[in-house]
């Protein structure tokens, strides 16, 4: 028999069965159906604070800053080693992207929240790793009890396993090996194409705020380190000369309300690649009174100007009629001016950010206002502006779709490797 996948015609087995699992549904006739229990078992706690910490990331064991934890909580720490499996079963409705299942390669200590496992029978760990990435997102997702939907070693003990004979366990993880490795690589090319293109519209966008279009005219030193040389006819501003910082409001918890009830507040966590994101995890809500200034306008510039990360200061976005009338937090400043959308240009490059970066203290992660205001810019006449401005937007344009098609083909690849993996481990292909 033979089905396929991705217009690739592939062999199937000559008889299946259901295999009494709803999210695998058949399996080949010959393959075993058993409990969790019955492969797998947890393993009692074990200490060794000389071992590095870890955690789960995206599937993968990785190591972490042993520096950020105490002695006495790594003390409490358990012991995962090369070869045990680990699961993290807190909080699974925190997101349903992360896979939680992973299959160490490295020796370390974690949390004592996490539930280390170790086979009970002789089986392929790598087939297990690429069926147990299948049974996290496809099930594991669905068990655990609680408000954080947290699951223990008995929630997953009498749930259903496939196992299929040794030798085809070994062949589907050669398999599988062979072909994740070959499509991460095709992801990861395309992932590097879609940063050169960013990395280009950066100099492209850079040459034409300092030096303006035309080639060919007269330069002159604008006394600016970072700018260089202008055209003769430009000026050096600073940005206290071309428009208002505003700070952005301070509120508390008590302030926060539902969807209907109060103001969308903007916050730095919404500033995204230049334009705004609306998202259930950006969003806050507050019922306290907004002064007017504290509203955004049509083409004002919100600027990150406090964060966690010293990388995320000096991000920043334009805001159009949709963001128009909301509010904005106390970690994002508003610039506002008759010129916004031309100075968006300039503040939107990657030296703006390199700017901002100039300011900040090893204590604080902070763009103040007069540090802010303090940044020289260079300005062409009035002229000019719309020609650079519209230049910049058709740049942007042209690179957002380029790299909009990249991130698609990204994503359909994605698809195909959780479908070949899916297909490989539940017995929907037969692999030689």
Not at 213 to 219: F, H, S
Not at 255 to 284: H, P
Request: glycine letters at 6%; charged letters at 25%; a positive charge.
């Amino acid at each position: 028999m033979e089905t396929v996948i991705e217009n690739k015609t592939v062999n199937k087995y000559p008889a299946y069965k259901h295999s009494g699992v709803d999210w695998i549904v058949d399996v080949p006739s010959h393959w075993e159906i058993k409990k969790f229990k019955r492969v797998f078992h947890e393993i009692k706690k074990r200490s060794n604070p000389e071992l590095n910490c870890g955690s789960i990331s995206f599937g993968k064991v990785v190591y972490k800053d042993d520096e950020k934890i105490p002695e006495s909580t790594k003390k409490s720490y358990q012991v995962v080693l090369r070869g045990d499996f680990l699961v993290n079963p807190l909080n699974l409705n925190y997101d349903l992207i992360s896979l939680r299942i992973a299959l160490s390669d490295i020796d370390v200590v974690v949390s004592s929240g996490y539930i280390v496992l170790g086979n009970s029978i002789k089986l392929d760990k790598t087939f297990y790793k690429y069926f147990l990435h299948r049974f996290d997102v496809e099930f594991m997702k669905l068990l655990g009890s609680g408000v954080r939907q947290t699951l223990n070693w008995n929630d997953i003990a009498n749930c259903d396993l496939i196992f299929p004979p040794m030798e085809e366990q070994t062949a589907i993880a050669h398999f599988l090996d062979r072909k994740t490795a070959f499509l991460d690589q095709a992801i990861d090319i395309k992932q590097k194409q879609i940063e050169l293109l960013k990395e280009r519209r950066q100099i492209l966008i850079h040459k034409a705020v300092t030096r303006g279009l035309n080639p060919n005219l007269k330069m002159k030193d604008s006394g600016v380190e970072w700018i260089g040389e202008i055209p003769e006819g430009w000026e050096v501003k600073r940005l206290k000369h071309l428009g208002n910082s505003i700070i952005g409001l301070t509120y508390n918890p008590n302030d926060l309300c539902g969807i209907e009830e109060g103001t969308l507040v903007l916050r730095s966590s919404n500033l995204f690649e230049g334009k705004f994101k609306y998202g259930e995890k950006e969003n806050a809500y507050v019922k306290s009174r907004i002064p007017e200034k504290l509203l955004i306008r049509e083409n004002d510039i919100l600027i990150c100007s406090r964060n966690g990360s010293r990388d995320l200061i000096g991000k920043c976005a334009l805001a159009t009629k949709i963001d128009a009338g909301h509010s904005f937090g106390a970690f994002t400043t508003v610039f506002r001016s008759d010129i916004n959308p031309y100075i968006f240009c300039i503040l939107n490059s990657s030296i703006f950010k390199a700017l901002s970066g100039m300011f900040l203290t090893s204590t604080i992660n902070q763009l103040t206002i007069g540090n802010l205001n303090s940044i020289e810019v260079p300005i062409p006449p009035i002229n000019e502006m719309d020609e650079i401005r519209n230049y910049v937007e058709n740049i942007n344009l042209k690179v957002d779709t380029a790299i909009s098609l990249k991130e698609q083909e990204i994503e359909k690849l994605k698809e195909y490797k959780a479908t070949l993996i899916n297909s490989a481990v539940t017995g929907k292909i037969k692999v030689s």
